[in-house]
Each structure stands twice: as C-alpha cells, then as structure tokens.
C-alpha cells in the first residue's frame, strides 16, 4: 500500500517552480557516473518518501511488460524516449519532493561524458550535491570528472551514495575502500563529505528506511543525510548584487531594471553603478504588477529602480551598496572547465557572459590544465598550452574595459563566468583575482576643487636648454632581469654627455614616497600609480627619467603611459629588460628567488604571483644574450634616437 503523496512535479525548465513553496527548501545535483544507479536511486527515492502519485509505479510495470523488460526505477526520472531506449539520462530534470523535515528540489543530471554540459548547467543553480558511485566499479574517472565540477560550482555539501551494495552482498571492506577513495579525492579539493551511505536503490536499503543487510554501518540513511545538510546564507544576507538587465523610459523616468542576485535594497539607499562608479540615492522601486511601488526589495525579486539623478546607465553595469562594491579589474584568473568543440588556446578571444553583461575576452595565458584523474597539475609552457574538451584548468583572462567582478569565495552568486565560442557555450567557472589587484582605487579620481597651474616656462624653453626632450623610460621586466643595473650605468654615461636624467627604483621610492605600502597586488599597483606621477612630472620638467620597476601589472603600465602622454605624446617609452625566470633565478643577486622558493616571501613575482609580459614596447633588451655593456650602449642609442632635438 503507497503512502500518502507529499509533492511529486518533474520539469525540465530551471527557471520554473514547482508550485507554491513551504518551509525550508534544499536545491541538490544528483551527478554520477553513467550506470552507476543515479536515476534509479532518484526513482526510488521518491517512492519511499512517500512522493509518488498512486498509481504511477503501477504505470511503471505495466510499460516494462509491454517493452518486455524487467521493472525499472529509473523509468520515473527518465521521462525521454532517447533515454529509455538508450538507458541513460540526456537531459537535467528538476525534481520536487519532500521528505518530513523540508522541501527539496533534486537535479538529475547526466552523467554521460558527452552530456556534460547539461550536468553543468543543471548542478549550476544547486547548493548541495547527492554523488553516486557503484559499490562494485568503485571511483571511475567520471565520478572524479563530477566531483572537480561540483568543486568549481562552489558545491561543499556534498552526501556520497555508494549504490548496488546488494551486487558486492553489502561487503563493510569494500564499502569502506571505495568510501576511502572518495573521500582521498574530496580533501585533495578541499571538501569534506557530510555522509557517505551505503546503499541498494533497486532494493530500497538505506534510501528512507535503514537496511538489516548493513548492521556494521551506523551512519544515516539518504533522506537523513540530507535533511542534516545546513542550508546555505541566504542570498538577501549577502551584499547587494544587481546586473542591469535593461533602462526604460517611461514619461520622464528612467527606470533601471534587473533582478536582485544577492542582498537587498530599500528607498533612500545609495547604489553605485559599476564599473562607471556613478552614484546616486533609490527614489523608487517598481514592482510589476504592484503600481503602487513598494519600498524595499530583496534577492530574487526583480525591480525597476528610479534614482534621483537622471544617470546615464548601461545594460550589464552592476548595482551595490557604496561600503560594499565589487571589485573592478580588466583581468582575473579563471578556474574552468571546458566544453567547448575546438580546445581553449592563448591567445583566443571569447564572449564573457558575466550577469548581464556580455564582453569579448582574451586567453592571456593558461597557467595550469588539471588532470582530473589525479589532480596533477601541469604547469603550463608559455604559448604551448590548450584545454581539450571536458577538461579543466587555471586560466587568466583579459578584456580592453573595465569589468565588476567578485571572487567566488566572497559571492557565489556573481563569482561565475561563462565563456561563448561563436554562438556555443563553451566553458564556465569560478572567479580569483589571486595576485592581481583590485583596480577601483587607482581609477577613482576623489579630488575635487582643483585648478590646473599654468607654468610660466614652456616645453619648448626647456627642451632649448637642455638640449633633449623630457620622457619617460620605464624599465619592465623580473627580478634580476638587470633594470637597476642598466639604469644607473645608463645614468651616468648620460649625464656626463649632458643630459639632465635621474633614475627612480623600488629603493629609493619605497623608503619614503610609499614607505607606507606592503606587497599585496593592490598595494603593488599603487606603488607603480605613483611613480607613474612622479615620473610624469620629472618629464614635464624636461628629464630622462628611468624607472627600474618590475610592475608585473600590464594595466599599471597603460596607466603610467597615459599619465605621462598627457605632457605630450611620445614622451612615454617602454622598455622590456627580457630575461628568462632560469636566468633571473640562476642571478638571484639579493638572494630573493630562493627565499620565494622556501615560502619566506609571499607573493613574488614569476613564482606565486604573475608577470604580465609587454606585448606592445619602443624596446627590448634582450639579457639573456646581451652584457651590461651591450644592454647600456642600446639604451643611450635608443634615447639618443628619439630625444634629442634637432638643435643639438
């Protein structure tokens, strides 16, 4: 006799809900290699709760009969006629059930390697995750696949099913060896599992009702193990995310519309827009159908919003609190699996779908592929790396504007990406911005009132004087590449064939000008925002200046050249100082490379943190082949060339 029916709905529309709400809910992936038992563990699980309409596993049999075959429980999840012809799950189905603690919604998704796609997707909206593995196959490649996917989707709450424990006559040793394996693999990820269940889904044991086939396990059934995962931090309780979905004119208003991903929002709150930095104070909150408006609104609501200033916004700019924005950067690293047709290379441009927004992005590089068998990273050779289909790796992307972004670990909400190749979604992951920097404060003018001073002597005056035009050499490149060397030779040879130079170093800038900034990646690019000031006024002054400067940032250095070009174009001249990190490594004159490499130095530049390479520079001195001599006599040409003046 079936039990009384709790909820039971299948839909295949992620966006769609099954009906009206009550209590707590739980979103959970059920991911699993193919025929390990997931779909049948589903079936079934939804039997013994109790979910099943009557007469539906009736229904069940009296198809198989007619198809000749035995009874199946994966028949009430795989709703395709591919699917049963082919005995596997194609596409994601959204389950509704419930057990006596809370509702849930179950994700079933394919296992099939070529069906991954549709796993990702599906898993992508879950915040726990149901892991099937086959007692007697033990972990396969695609358990592994799964758990590195899940791992990048943010899912920590994991409950491990290890299913046809009826096929190994419920062996405790070889549960206990695949449970091992698992959870070997899992701490590797940084992911403990909540429960790991022994289980019979064709037979029920362990599902909803403990088994007696298993008097040496103690732990929970599936329906246990679920209810004791803790619900996720509610959205509303994060900082207020909201893409900018569309700007309609209505009369005289604009009204700013989008939905809310995380926190929340009230009337006569201040918002900032970014990555533009406008702000403005909430006047008003549309709500449809409401045409009364309502005067606060939180995450998953979507809303128009009328500011008191009329600003000019656009579609993919992201709403938060002024004490609370994202970060705004050009480039962040990528954790990512790819599924795309052709494999991801350096150097090719995709679509980023971030939110609403859309922007085309470079491959700067792809610093490590992951095996997923075994979590061996390879660390990748410049330019000779790509990601095959389904696989992963670290990667750092760049676009030309300016993107708001968090970090995964701070907002899972707006810590994805997606990467389009041509029309086809082709990889997605999470967010780092490891060892670059927050870009918002060097571009966040907070000055005001400010009147230039128009300087009595002209440019003209003093490039007559001194013979030379005033610029900017900025020396580029590792430690131990030789900058310093070079400058301060090149230093005195100019000065004594009359030049009026000075070179600006990381010593002698940070012992005093910024003695009060450290080496994290933001306080790196500050260093090099004010040097690229000082520089600039040193060449408006009518100076050589040479500044011998790792910044590994490629932004800082746009930056220092567009500060510096404001005084007269032409006046900026970059200069890569090229040497291998073995070469610079094998130098190692102030003994920096080996403490890096013995953890005593956090944060270095070529070994825990990126160098970014010029692509575009007036001049490289190659010194790897070059000598001091050879690397100095091309600099004094190189400025003799392109800043003395005609008079001279």
């Not at 099937?132 to 972990?139: F, L, T, Y």
């Not at 491990?160 to 009826?166: E, F, L, P, Q, Y």
């Not at 005195?492 to 012992?511: A, S, T």
Request: aromatic share 8%; glycine share 8%.
């Amino acid at each position: 006799m079936s039990k009384t029916p709790r909820k039971f709905e299948i839909f295949t529309d992620s966006t769609e809900e099954a009906g009206a709400r009550s209590g707590q809910r739980l979103d959970i992936a059920i991911v699993g290699h193919v025929d390990h038992g997931k779909s049948t563990l589903v079936g079934r699980l939804l039997h013994d709760t109790g979910t099943l309409p009557d007469g539906k596993v009736e229904a069940i049999k009296k198809m198989c009969e007619r198809r000749g075959m035995a009874f199946e429980w994966a028949f009430v999840m795989d709703a395709f006629q591919a699917e049963r012809d082919q005995a596997i799950t194609i596409d994601a189905a959204h389950i509704w059930f419930s057990t006596k603690k809370r509702d849930y919604v179950i994700v079933d998704a394919p296992g099939h390697r070529e069906f991954v796609k549709n796993m990702v997707s599906g898993a992508a909206s879950c915040s726990a995750a149901l892991l099937v593995i086959d007692a007697g196959e033990g972990v396969r490649e695609q358990s592994r696949r799964h758990a590195y996917f899940l791992h990048l989707l943010g899912l920590s709450r994991i409950v491990i099913a290890v299913n046809k424990m009826d096929a190994v006559d419920f062996d405790a040793a070889r549960f206990a060896a695949v449970e091992a394996d698992m959870r070997d693999y899992l701490t590797e990820l940084g992911i403990t599992p909540n429960h790991v269940v022994p289980v019979s889904a064709r037979d029920g044991d362990n599902i909803d009702t403990r088994s007696k086939k298993s008097p040496w396990y103690d732990g929970p059934t599936v329906t246990e193990a679920l209810d004791a995962i803790q619900l996720p931090q509610a959205d509303s309780e994060a900082a207020l995310r909201m893409p900018v979905q569309d700007v309609y004119h209505f009369d005289d208003r604009r009204i700013i519309a989008g939905r809310i991903e995380s926190g929340s929002l009230k009337i006569g709150d201040e918002l900032l827009f970014s990555p533009s930095n406008k702000c403005a104070h909430l006047q008003r909150i549309e709500s449809w159908p409401d045409s009364e408006g309502r005067t606060s609104a939180e995450a998953g609501q979507s809303v128009g919003l009328i500011m008191d200033e009329q600003l000019f916004i656009e579609c993919g700019e992201v709403i938060s609190h002024v004490a609370k924005p994202p970060l705004e950067s050009n480039v962040f690293r990528g954790h990512l699996f790819w599924l795309g047709r052709e494999p991801l290379s350096t150097g090719k441009q995709y679509k980023l779908k971030l939110g609403t927004l859309e922007a085309p992005v470079e491959v700067q590089s792809i610093d490590r592929v992951i095996d997923i068998d075994d979590l061996a990273m390879t660390e990748a050779a410049s330019g000779e790396a790509s990601i095959e289909r389904n696989g992963v790796g670290e990667v750092v992307l760049r676009s030309r504007a300016m993107l708001a972004l968090d970090e995964f670990g701070t907002n899972q909400r707006s810590g994805r990406f997606v990467l389009v190749d041509g029309y086809d979604i082709a990889g997605g992951g999470i967010i780092s911005m490891r060892g670059y920097p927050d870009q918002r404060q060097l571009i966040t003018g907070k000055s005001s009132n400010l009147t230039a001073v128009d300087y009595g002597i002209s440019h003209a005056a003093r490039r007559q004087r001194n013979g030379h035009k005033g610029g900017v050499l900025w020396f580029t490149g590792l430690s131990g590449s030789g900058k310093t060397t070079i400058a301060l030779e090149a230093e005195k040879q100019l000065f004594q064939k009359g030049y009026q130079v000075y070179v600006l170093d990381g010593d002698n800038v940070r012992g005093g000008l910024n003695a009060n900034l450290s080496f994290s990646p933001e306080d790196r690019a500050e260093n090099i925002r004010r040097v690229g000031e000082v520089a600039a006024l040193f060449a408006d002054a009518g100076f050589i200046v040479l500044t011998a400067f790792i910044s590994p940032y490629r932004s800082d250095r746009v930056r220092a050249r567009e500060v510096a070009e404001r005084h007269g174009k032409g006046a900026f001249h970059e200069v890569y100082v090229k040497a291998s990190l073995e070469t610079c490594e094998k130098r190692d004159p102030k003994g920096l490379y080996r403490k890096a490499r013995a953890g005593d130095i956090a944060e270095f530049t070529g070994i825990s943190a990126p160098y970014e390479a010029p692509e575009e520079q007036e001049l490289i001195i190659d010194t790897n082949d070059l000598s001091e001599e050879q690397s100095v006599a091309a600099l004094i040409s190189h400025i003799d060339e392109s800043f003395t003046t005609d008079d001279n």
